[in-house]
């Protein structure tokens, strides 16, 4: 498939391929290959190197796949069926400053951070990883024991992308790689400009 972005700036390559299909191969995700991916998340920055990141994953066929996959809404579990790996981000919504356990203003950002990583490293290591907020977050703190201060950030599923040969004539159209806003909407030099209209 050709990839119809075009930065309007040179940038790497890398950060155009990732995308997040729902056509996937059913390809089993090698253990090895999921820890190279949190490898790199684990080296994202963080606020006062507190890495608020925590993420918990089920492995197709394995014995927590069906626990993963029942938290998902129904109409990513359709898709989803095909994926090698689940993977449920966290953030520690606390941290140690010295030996004082104090609020964390950054951890959602911060395991973003961690996020797009670990996103990016399975795109090098030929996965895709589509992120997800159509699952139950509420039910996700009790099934998968999250402790108490954590916030449950999203949903990923990771997997070898169809190839575009194997896509119906319907799927090619939802798979192909979707654009984004041009940068002159959210860079503004000096501060927000001034309201209009």
């Known amino acids: 498939m050709t990839n119809p972005r075009q930065p309007d700036h040179p940038i790497d390559p890398l950060f155009l391929e990732r995308r997040s299909p729902r056509a996937f191969t059913g390809d089993a995700v090698p253990q090895s290959e999921l820890m190279r991916m949190f490898e790199a998340a684990r080296w994202a920055p963080s606020s ?15 014995r927590h796949w069906d626990a993963f996959l029942g938290l998902l809404s129904p109409s990513n579990q359709a898709w ?54 159509g699952f139950d ?35 090619r159209a939802r798979e192909r790689p979707n654009g984004r806003r041009p940068i002159t909407d959210f860079v503004f030099a000096g501060g927000f400009p001034a309201e209009t209209g």
């Not at 890495?51 to 492995?59: D, E, K, N």
């Not at 919504?93 to 395991?111: I, Q, Y």
């Open 48 to 62: 006062y190197n507190s890495q608020p990141w925590r993420f918990l994953y089920a492995l197709r066929g394995d």
């Open 80 to 133: 989803v069926k095909d994926t090698g790996a689940l993977v449920i981000l966290c953030s520690n919504s606390r941290m140690k400053v010295g030996e004082t356990l104090r609020p964390s203003w950054s951890h959602s950002l911060d395991a973003g951070a961690a996020s797009l990583a670990f996103q990016l490293q399975a795109i090098r290591q030929g996965w895709h990883a589509h992120g997800m907020t």
């Open 137 to 171: 977050r509420d039910r996700a703190v009790g099934v998968l024991n999250v402790p108490e201060g954590y916030r449950v950030e999203a949903a990923y599923a990771v997997g070898r992308a169809t190839p575009v040969g194997h896509l119906s004539e319907e799927q």
